[in-house]
């Protein structure tokens, strides 16, 4: 009898583990974002930046760039015809130098009047009133942003009608509503323009330290010379940056002066008009060059202030 002696198996080798390819390539990019801030940062900005380089600044260039076109008087179709015709009648025409004017007259009016009430509005939150009220406070301050643009300016010339209760109110001081026209058209801007001017006012103040006006009451400092001397000073850039919100919206509105305006026009109307009705848009775009000139010109006097670091 034979006895067979069996072999031990050889040892079976285990399979390796290793990192499949994809999650290898996720850790070197992950590890490559960490040590490269700038780029995960570029990254990050890409698709914001396209969308306003592409989107914005490239639609807006492409308009602007019909303003030096034509359109044919007889198809009415535009002309890629490149001539400086509509700038200069843009420059040159009454028309638009009046509207330019009133326009820019309207903006500078609704920004002091928006400067005037928000300071001590500004103020009051910032130094005066207590954790609480400041939360209150800005609550309100933001509550007429939640409702439409359209709803507000036809509340105001509900408020500004021959019937309306500004009205009713008045007469019997023996007053009367100013009605529609450029006074309604002011005191609606205002007010819908007046928290953007508020809120950039209050962060400013609210980065004053309490220290100063402390140290300007121990030196002997009345309230009204704390405020010129001390508080004015360093809430001017954020003074600035509120009047930039205020001109600059008001420089392009259109649709409050059709509402409360009466017969009255501004730039933006014209812009319209002409998009519209008359389906010229090479004088269109040749008009909003203006608004476009004159805020420029106003962010480049502001710049140096440092009101943009407010905004």
Do not use: C
């Not at 040892?11 to 490559?32: D, I, L, N, Y």
């Not at 007889?74 to 490149?82: A, C, R």
């Not at 009705?277 to 440092?306: D, E, K, M, Q, S």
């Amino acid at each position: 009898m034979t006895t067979e002696t069996l072999s031990p198996a050889p040892p079976s080798s285990a399979p390796k583990t290793s990192t499949p390819a994809p999650r290898r390539w996720t850790r070197g990019v992950s590890s490559f974002l960490t040590t490269h801030p700038r780029t995960r940062l570029s990254l990050l900005l890409a698709a914001p930046l396209f969308w306003l380089v592409v989107v914005y600044i490239v639609a807006l260039a492409l308009l602007l760039v019909t303003a030096f076109w034509r359109v044919d008087p007889f198809t009415n179709e535009i002309v890629i015809d490149w001539t400086l015709d509509n700038i200069v009648t843009v420059v040159t025409g009454t028309l638009y130098q009046t509207v330019t004017l009133r326009t820019v007259g309207v903006a500078l009016l609704v920004t002091v009047i928006d400067v005037v009430i928000a300071l001590p509005i500004a103020f009051y939150m910032a130094k005066v009133a207590s954790p609480r009220m400041q939360r209150v406070l800005v609550i309100a301050v933001l509550m007429p942003l939640w409702a439409s643009y359209l709803v507000k300016a036809y509340a105001w010339r509900s408020v500004l009608s021959q019937e309306g209760i500004l009205e009713w109110l008045l007469a019997p001081f023996g007053l009367h509503t100013p009605g529609y026209g450029l006074t309604a058209t002011v005191i609606t801007l205002s007010y819908l323009w007046l928290p953007y001017v508020i809120l950039p006012i209050y962060a400013g103040l609210e980065r004053v330290p309490d220290s100063l006006l402390e140290a300007s009451a121990d030196l002997g400092g009345k309230t009204w010379r704390t405020l010129g001397s001390v508080v004015l000073p360093l809430a001017f850039p954020a003074i600035i940056a509120g009047t930039i919100f205020a001109f600059a919206l008001s420089l392009g509105d259109y649709i409050t002066v059709n509402i409360v305006g009466g017969a009255n026009q501004m730039l933006g109307n014209l812009i319209y008009a002409n998009i519209g009705a008359a389906g010229n848009l090479p004088l269109a775009a040749a008009i909003a060059l203006i608004p476009i000139v004159i805020i420029f010109g106003y962010l480049a006097l502001v710049r140096r202030t440092g009101a943009l670091n407010n905004l």
